[in-house]
Structure formats: structure tokens, C-alpha cells
């Protein structure tokens, strides 16, 4: 069973950068999907980005579109979300997540990284 942990979740100002990273504890992640999902307080949770990890082919959420950009280290098993122009609205706690190319579901999931954005 692979494991994810991500890191880098933090307080921050509107308008404000941060990165997050998820480490991956499979030796190689070729045929997989890595997603990025958020939950806010009282909601359900959403969907981010998703990016194929051989191609490096990504997908966002409407919301997040041109302001957060899903990368991955393909030589390694890190992934990253890079989030630009933090808004207040944009509070939650992050997960990552693993998939197998065609399948719809995700199977693995990280336990969660705390992103506050203040306005």
C-alpha cells in the first residue's frame, strides 16, 4: 500500500504563495494519477488538480484555474501544488492522492496539510 504525506501547509496573507509537497513511499509512480483535493470547514470535499505522472498532464478545478499549477519530480516520487494568489476562500486542508491511469477512483490519500489564507 503506498503511502503520501503532505507538507507545507501554513498561515498566510491573501494574495500570498506557498508550495505543497507530497512524498510518495512507492518506488515508482509511472502509471499513476496524482490528485489534489481540498476540504474547507462545513463543506464537502473538491476536487484541485490532478497530474499524470509519466506525461506530466494536468487538470484544475474552475476555481484554482491560472493561479495554482500540479508538477511532480518524475525522476522521483515527489508532487507538488504550487498555489499563487492565496484568497481567504481558499482555506482548507489539502490532501493528495494516488490513482491508476484509467481508473476513477482514488486509493491512496495523505493525511492532510492545513492551508489558512487571512485576508
Known amino acids: 500500500q503506498v503511502q503520501l504525506a503532505e507538507s507545507g501547509g501554513r498561515l498566510v496573507q491573501s494574495g500570498d504563495s506557498l508550495r505543497l509537497s507530497c512524498a510518495a513511499s512507492?518506488?515508482?509512480?509511472?502509471?499513476?494519477?496524482m490528485g489534489w483535493f481540498r476540504q474547507a470547514p462545513g463543506k464537502e470535499r473538491e476536487f484541485v488538480a490532478a497530474i499524470t505522472w509519466s506525461e506530466g498532464r494536468s487538470a484544475y478545478a474552475d476555481s484554482v484555474k491560472g493561479r495554482f499549477t500540479a508538477s511532480r519530480d518524475n525522476f522521483g516520487n515527489m508532487g507538488y501544488l504550487q498555489m499563487n494568489s492565496l484568497e481567504p476562500e481558499d482555506t482548507a486542508v489539502y490532501y493528495c492522492?494516488?490513482?491508476?491511469?484509467?481508473?476513477?477512483?482514488?486509493?491512496?490519500w495523505g493525511q492532510g496539510t492545513q492551508v489558512t489564507v487571512s485576508s
Open positions: 512507492a518506488r515508482t509512480l509511472t502509471n499513476f494519477v
Open positions: 492522492a494516488l490513482k491508476l491511469r484509467g481508473q476513477s477512483e482514488y486509493h491512496a
